[in-house]
């Protein structure tokens, strides 16, 4: 399974952004998917998640009311609009899944996508 991501680049503050992930390979079903972040010299952390149905999100509380996670069930893709972004937003986002393949779940990261927001 591979989970490609595209999107990210350079934005002022206050512009807009839409990351996509799509998970691609095995038949497989989807548990979750989920937004990370990482910033130079921070720890790794949860931006959003979504439920595999689509039916369930959750974020950050420092992106609430800004961002946006959805999912194409057709498709395997997953979104992230992010709306009125702030330099401290700057990191980069990996894309993260956790599936099925037949009896067993297993987890995948994407190669991550650079975000940069100039003040």
């Known amino acids: 399974v591979q989970l490609v991501e595209s999107g990210g680049g350079l934005v002022q503050a206050g512009g807009s952004l839409r990351l996509s992930c799509a998970a691609s390979?095995?038949?497989?079903?989807?548990?979750?998917m989920a937004w990370y972040r990482q910033a130079p010299g921070k720890q790794r952390e949860l931006v959003a998640a979504?439920?595999?149905?689509?039916?369930?999100?959750n974020y950050a509380d420092s992106v609430k009311g800004r961002f946006t996670i959805t999912k194409d069930n057709a498709e395997n893709t997953m979104y992230l609009q992010m709306n009125s972004l702030k330099p401290e937003d700057t990191a980069v986002y990996y894309c993260?899944?956790?599936?099925?393949?037949?009896?067993?779940?297993?987890?995948?990261w994407g190669q991550g996508t650079q975000v940069t927001v100039s003040s």
């Open positions: 390979g095995s038949t497989f079903s989807l548990n979750a």
């Open positions: 993260y899944a956790d599936l099925r393949i037949g009896i067993t779940n297993y987890n995948f």
């Open positions: 979504i439920t595999g149905g689509g039916g369930r999100t």
